[in-house]
């Protein structure tokens, strides 16, 4: 059974930092793209960053507003994905979910082309 464990989550004030994780389960999660996508209330779902697989290796993309404050990373042996969020501001506030896919470079922002989706976690920055 595909399982994508979103994980990591929580409260933070402004400037700090988290990790998220993205355990996966069921299939090999470099043979995908993944990516972190985001939803604040009131607000559509964002595309923030994605690990993608081609068959000439992978790349990592990430949407604008978090370039330079986020990384994403992959632990193939632990078959998980990492997004390390640093300088975090109350526009980062949203809950956060992976999903896996394989979507064509152009399209690695749209939420439906993914085939599976974590449950998400809640990332709150305030004070």
């Known amino acids: 059974e595909v399982q994508l464990q979103a994980s990591g989550g929580g409260l933070v004030q402004p400037g700090g930092a988290l990790r998220l994780s993205c355990a996966a389960s069921?299939?090999?999660?470099?043979?995908?793209?993944i990516s972190w996508f985001r939803q604040a209330p009131g607000k559509e779902r964002e595309w923030v960053s994605s690990i993608r697989h081609s068959g000439t290796g992978s790349r990592i993309y990430y949407t604008d507003s978090v370039k330079g404050r986020f990384t994403l990373s992959r632990d193939n042996a632990k078959n998980t994905a990492y997004l390390q969020m640093n300088s975090l501001s109350p526009e980062d506030t949203a809950i956060y979910y992976c999903a896996r896919g394989r979507p064509a470079l152009g399209s690695i922002a749209n939420g439906d082309l993914y085939y599976d989706w974590g449950q998400g976690t809640q990332v709150t920055v305030s004070d």
């Open positions: 069921g299939f090999t999660l470099s043979s995908y793209t």
